[in-house]
Nanobody, 119 residues
Framework: QVQLVESGGGLVQAGGSLRLTCAASGSIFSITAMGWYRQAPGKQRELVAA???????NYEDSVKGRFTIFRGNAKGTVYLQMNSLKPEDTAVYYCTADSWGGLATTKSWGQGTQVTVSS
């Protein structure tokens, strides 16, 4: 199993920046990809960005050019650098990790961190 802990959320003015950090523990060598989802009040949870162990990335259209996902030097660490933040980026952000158990992929979730962007 993989456990995830996020940090770095907070309150920022529009146009500002934040960096979210996610640290995995447990079976980190089984991780094949890590990502960030977000959920705003009254909306469905959506994928923001993801990165595979091979380095491939993908982004939700509204964050392209503003957000960057990258892996840390320590295995199982991933960051989300968020620049030019907008009020519509306000949400709870969740870190995820996909891990391969030999028969199937399991997605683990962190507890979430609140990001609030004021106008």
């Amino acid at each position: 199993q993989v456990q995830l802990v996020e940090s770095g959320g907070g309150l920022v003015q529009a146009g500002g920046s934040l960096r979210l950090t996610c640290a995995a523990s447990g079976s980190i060598f089984s991780i094949t990809a890590m990502g960030w989802y977000r959920q705003a009040p009254g909306k469905q949870r959506e994928l923001v960005a993801a990165v595979t162990t091979g380095g491939s990335t993908n982004y939700e259209d509204s964050v392209k050019g503003r957000f960057t996902i990258f892996r840390g030097n320590a295995k199982g660490t991933v960051y989300l650098q968020m620049n030019s933040l907008k009020p519509e980026d306000t949400a709870v952000y969740y870190c995820t990790a996909d891990s391969w158990g030999g028969l199937a992929t399991t997605k683990s979730w962190g507890q979430g961190t609140q990001v609030t962007v004021s106008s």
